[in-house]
């Protein structure tokens, strides 16, 4: 009788009105007056804790993130359209007694899920991660999220509001907490364990380019995420370059196997939005560059060197070492339309990156190193180390590169167009040099 009189009383329209408001007190707790959570039918079971939520809507007011972005404040959004949410093991005493979600299971099938974020500004590579209070409140706890067949977008406000789609996402999380550090603070996430997988990654990037990959896996806390069939293409050809562009410019055409990554701090890039990763091996590159010199050249454009192009990077990012490996690259290049590309092909690439890192707190007396090897043209072995100090003045640098056993011939395929020159026979035994440069000059012996 106990039991069937909780049922009914948690069946009526006062439990149904209390749960929404302790649900909707929360959701402010977390977001703030920014997010606004709408809910439709619920169905609550006092007996097994269970609940139903038809039609659920959590949508953030991003005219507000917009103002706190102007202000350097702005915190990524995130926005939830659900037909229905599925949850077990709900505490109804914490709901409605503490404000707080604790629950054992919380599902979620085919949503559609927003997150609105600024990548200009929001990075600071000489943050210092704030860990909460040892009591700090954890106003959500939920033993296992299960996202599936999830789909979505992400959009860049500092970008033109460049929009991502994920086609599919699956998402399971064990021991989930919310947590809030302090009063002010924005509310943090940790967990247990993750795995995630996206599919079907599309992003135009106007008015060039189209950025799409097949999938993007990240395992929690292995430190472990792949990128897989990364393309990134133009949309116009070499052939007609000087048909859409007014000025010189250089096109890149992308295309990579696997992107895996080891020993990635999710902690310190969700806390800091600072990325940190132990090792990036890049396998199967194919990388095709052209650049028309028959049209102006605009002097305001200019190409960063490697620490200039490091700190542009809207934010910090920290990389022990980086492994390119199978990779072939074709880079062409033409002076007048009639006479065609000259091209330069190189093939079995093979680079080692150490210490890539744009944290100025770790710059002093370190040094982002390059070692890379080659077959140029195909035929001829091509050695090079690149060494740039991390607190260099005017991006300093020094290159030191080796080119042995090629004839010249090889390199016909690039001369006879841009230098109406021919090689009939010859031979590179060795060829060494040596160059010391920075962004106003290079110099060393050749």
């Known amino acids: 009788m106990i039991a069937l009189a909780g049922r009914v009383v948690l069946r009526s329209e006062w439990m149904r009105g209390e749960v929404l408001e302790k649900l909707r007190s929360v959701v402010m707790k977390l977001g703030g007056p920014a997010y606004t959570l709408n809910i439709g039918k619920v169905d609550i079971d006092l007996i097994g804790g269970d609940m139903t939520i038809a039609d659920i809507a959590l949508e953030a007011d991003t005219s507000s993130f917009l103002d706190r972005l102007r202000t350097g404040y702005g915190q990524p959004m995130f926005s939830i359209h659900a037909g229905s949410i599925s949850v077990s093991g709900l505490s109804y005493w914490h709901l409605l007694v503490d404000a707080e979600i604790h629950l054992a299971t919380l599902r979620l099938n ?14 600071d590579s000489t943050r210092v991660r704030t860990d909460p209070a040892p009591n700090a409140p954890d106003p959500v706890s939920i033993g296992e999220l299960v996202i599936s067949n999830a789909s979505g977008t992400m959009i860049d406000l500092s970008n033109g509001s460049a929009v991502t789609s994920l086609g599919r996402m699956d998402l399971r999380v064990e021991q989930l907490h919310v947590v809030l550090p302090a009063p002010g603070r924005a509310a943090r996430w940790e967990m247990a364990k993750a795995q995630l997988g996206i599919d079907d990654v599309r992003k135009q990037l106007p008015p060039l380019y189209d950025l799409s990959i097949g999938h993007v896996g990240l395992l929690y806390p292995e430190g472990i995420a792949m990128i897989d069939s990364l393309r990134y293409t133009p949309r116009i050809d070499r052939k007609n370059t000087h048909e859409f562009l007014k000025e010189m410019t250089s096109i890149y055409n992308l295309r990579v196997g696997r992107i895996s990554i080891a020993r990635f701090d999710l902690d310190k890039t969700l806390a800091e939005r600072n990325v940190n990763v132990g090792q990036v091996i890049v396998d199967g590159v194919w990388f095709d560059v052209f650049l028309d010199k028959s049209m102006p050249e605009d002097p305001s454009h200019f190409k960063p060197l490697p620490m200039s192009a490091l700190h542009r990077i809207p934010f910090g990012i920290t990389v022990d070492t980086i492994r390119l490996i199978h990779a072939e690259m074709i880079y062409a290049e033409r002076f007048e339309v009639a006479n065609g590309y000259g091209n330069m092909h190189m093939t079995d690439i093979g680079v080692s990156l150490l210490n890539v890192s744009n944290d100025t707190l770790r710059a002093e007396g370190k040094e982002l190193r390059g070692v890379v090897d080659a077959k140029l043209f195909e035929v001829g072995a091509l050695h090079g180390i690149f060494r740039a100090p991390m607190d260099a003045k005017h991006d300093a640098f020094t290159l030191d590169a080796t080119l042995r056993d090629m004839p010249l011939t090889a390199a016909n395929s690039m001369c006879e167009n841009l230098l109406l020159m021919r090689a009939d026979s010859g031979w590179i035994s ?13 110099t060393g012996p050749f």
């Open 110 to 123: 085919t949503p559609v899920l927003g997150f609105t974020y600024a990548s200009r500004g929001a990075a």
């Open 430 to 442: 060795s060829l060494n040099m040596h160059m010391n440069a920075n962004n106003d000059s290079a």
